[in-house]
């Protein structure tokens, strides 16, 4: 088994860690009690046992750009195993996993949440269409954790436009803190991450390649695949509340209103 850690907390965040495990049938993934966890599957197939119950086998996608994946959250209180299971030649389970301390907001079950479950909408349009699942949306019982997937419609598309912020607290705003795990294909390829703020006239542009996480803790940030590239990216939200209030930037709001 392999376990990258791309995300700490107290170092790059302050509520969200990320790890990516890599694993095969002969392998057994432990996560004991402690902190509130989603494990993402983005590849592969594993029997799931919560708490001690046997919920069967979750996953089953060959890749993030085939579709869909079950995920499993996992309260503080709880504890998961996972057991990798081959799926004819493929073998290795490769999984997200997600955390962050428990707020004082109670958490959700432990349970699977089926692909099947998760809510998926097309949004923006032309290049910046864009496909965006809600694995633990904001009104799927929860702790303080908000996790989705967005997967580009077409290559060489925009995303997260027009651009948002959420690192203020204000009727319009809510102040979360965003991690993004980005995969690209052709995997040699790369999308263009960029942040800027209007205060400040802070921009930021960089390269984001496949396997890559970065943490957004303030400022708006829209993203770009270089063309002929599919862009996948997972988002992880949390913060002090759990209310996904975003602000858009005034600039470009028009192209909402012109849709």
């Known amino acids: ?87 004819g030649d493929a073998t290795t389970l490769t999984a997200a996993v997600i955390a962050t301390p428990a707020s004082e907001h109670a958490p959700g079950p432990a349970r699977v949440i089926p692909a099947a479950e ?24 929860a702790s303080r954790l908000i996790v989705g997937e967005t997967i580009h419609n077409g290559t060489g598309a925009w995303s997260s436009f027009p651009p ?7 009727a319009e705003e809510a102040q979360l803190e965003e991690v993004y795990y980005y995969r690209v294909h052709p995997a040699n390829g790369f999308a263009l991450q960029a942040r800027y703020d ?27 695949a270089a063309p002929g590239h599919d862009l996948y990216y997972l988002w992880i939200l949390a913060g002090e509340v759990r209310v996904m209030r975003v602000y858009l930037d005034p600039r470009y709001r028009w192209l909402n209103e012109h849709a």
């Open 198 to 224: 209007i205060d400040s006239a802070r921009e930021d542009v960089w390269m984001a390649h496949d396997g890559d996480a970065a943490a957004i803790t303030s400022g708006f940030h829209p993203v770009v």
């Open 1 to 87: 088994m392999k376990i990258d850690s791309l995300i700490r907390a107290g170092e790059q965040t302050k509520f969200i860690s990320l790890d990516l495990i890599t694993a095969e049938p002969e392998d057994l993934l432990v996560l004991g009690e402690g902190t509130e966890r989603l494990v993402v599957i983005l590849a592969g197939r594993a029997r799931v046992v919560l708490d001690g119950l046997d919920c069967g086998v979750a996953g089953g996608r060959h890749d993030v750009f085939e579709g869909a994946g079950d995920a499993v959250y996992i309260p503080p209180a709880s504890s998961v195993e996972l057991v990798p299971i081959a799926d």
């Open 164 to 170: 948002h912020r959420h690192d203020r607290e204000s």
């Open 118 to 141: 998760q809510r998926e909408n097309v949004v923006g349009r032309d290049n910046w269409s864009r496909t965006v699942r809600n694995i633990l949306g904001p009104d799927a019982p």
